[in-house]
């Protein structure tokens, strides 16, 4: 049965025999796993889904595992290729398969490294199912059972939300190192970055330069902004040759980690401490653009992207410090013999990928203030569609969304970040 949006059609084949024989072979059971009153939803806000290039699902029911015991709730999420045109492209940039590759490969190897050390550290919900024929999709262990929520629609991270989350990601930068140490192979496919050469993804790559461009049309109102207004006309035109050399060069540095890449609010779960009532865990969410280069890829995304820009302000040094001092201190303990950046390498390493912060904050950022429903296909998101543009101005146009804009740009242009 399914349920949610308007003409929502749960996938023919999420059913509850299928969980049953999923559910068995993922906890091993040799007893009988029976899945009852199976419910789907869609896992979408209004009538638009969450997932970029997703089809969103949370499936409910009651589990019991073995003949004598109790039934509990229980429930997955089920993240499915989407249909039409944002398919074809998911498909074509091989979104799936690269999201699918993370989860069997790399991230249990991420786990088991931080296990070896004594380190309960939980990177990213559990995979209980993977397939790629005859249509790509996960299912993947529902956080909300833990009591993992989502951060506040419309607002940035304070500090109490971004430490824990470096502290994560610099956890997963050091496995990676250690795992592209002893085997380098499992971390191959990721060699791609999310602006590449490749021409399966073009259609993806136009999410860019359209973006940064209706940015560049915002700020050309502004009095006292013109020098800036037009380095964001040039990096509108430009912003893909930038990041190709961008990443290029980072080809090139001996020190590369696994990247989520799209590291932003929206693929970040927390968990709130009932007696404090604030963050004490984060679980990271979407590896579709998961790549191996800089760390620094991960950190501009995220610290120009996701956090409220006085906080940036106030506490970005001590912010990359506790990034780096966990990064250390994990390679540490797991006997990594290569070279460690310094703390001076790490910012000098954030600087020469400043182009990330910036795409950050004018594509991404926008999306965190809108309210009210999104777009339905990735389409008008990457495109000059009417639709679309209608979708970016209303997004650049937010006034909470241009007073972050006014105070960030200003920030990038005293830092260098706009220049060429």
Request: proline share 4%.
């Amino acid at each position: 049965m399914g349920t949610g949006t308007k003409n929502y059609q749960a996938p023919e084949w999420l059913t509850a025999e299928f969980l049953q024989d999923v559910l068995k072979e993922h906890f091993k059971e040799e007893s009988q796993v029976t899945v009852s009153d199976l419910l789907v939803k869609s896992v979408q806000v209004g009538d638009v889904a969450n997932g970029f290039a997703s089809e969103m699902h949370r499936a409910t029911f009651n589990l019991q595992r073995g003949e004598t015991a109790s039934k509990t709730k229980f429930s997955v999420v089920v993240k499915d290729h989407p249909k039409g045109q944002t398919g074809a492209v998911a498909q074509r940039s091989k979104l799936f398969k690269r999201e699918i590759l993370a989860y069997k490969e790399v991230l249990p190897r991420v786990q088991q490294l931080l296990e070896s050390i004594g380190d309960k550290t939980k990177i990213a919900p559990d995979c209980y199912y993977t397939t790629e024929v005859p249509e790509p999709f996960l299912i993947l262990e529902d956080m909300h059972l833990k009591d993992f929520v989502n951060f506040e629609q419309g607002r940035l991270l304070n500090l109490d939300y971004v430490l824990p989350t470096i502290e994560k990601i610099a956890k997963l930068h050091a496995c990676s190192a250690v795992i592209a140490q002893q085997n380098p192979e499992v971390l191959e496919f990721f060699n791609e970055a999310p602006i590449s050469r490749n021409p399966d993804r073009r259609d993806f790559l136009t999410f860019f330069p359209v973006n940064i461009r209706c940015v560049a049309e915002e700020v050309a109102h502004w009095k006292g902004y013109e020098e800036m207004t037009e380095k964001m006309f040039k990096l509108a035109e430009n912003v893909l040759q930038r990041a190709l050399a961008m990443f290029e060069q980072g080809e090139k540095q001996p020190f590369r980690v696994f990247n989520v890449t799209d590291l932003w609010i929206n693929n970040l779960m927390f968990h709130i401490n009932n007696e404090t009532k604030e963050p004490d865990d984060v679980i990271t969410l979407d590896y579709q653009l998961a790549y191996v280069g800089s760390p620094a890829i991960d950190l501009n995304y995220f610290l120009f992207g996701s956090l409220n820009e006085n906080v940036r302000k106030m506490h970005y040094k001590f912010i990359v410090r506790e990034y780096h001092r966990v990064l250390q201190q994990t390679l540490e303990k797991l006997n990594y013999t290569e070279h460690i950046p310094s703390l001076k390498e790490i910012h000098i390493d954030v600087i020469n990928n400043s182009l990330m912060g910036v795409i950050a904050a004018t594509c991404l950022t926008p999306l965190i203030f809108r309210e009210g429903a999104g777009f339905e296909n990735l389409e008008d998101l990457n495109s000059r569609t009417e639709l679309g543009d209608r979708f970016r101005r209303e997004n650049v146009e937010n006034p909470k969304y241009r007073a972050f804009l006014q105070r960030t740009i200003k920030e990038f242009e005293l830092s260098g970040f706009l220049d060429p």
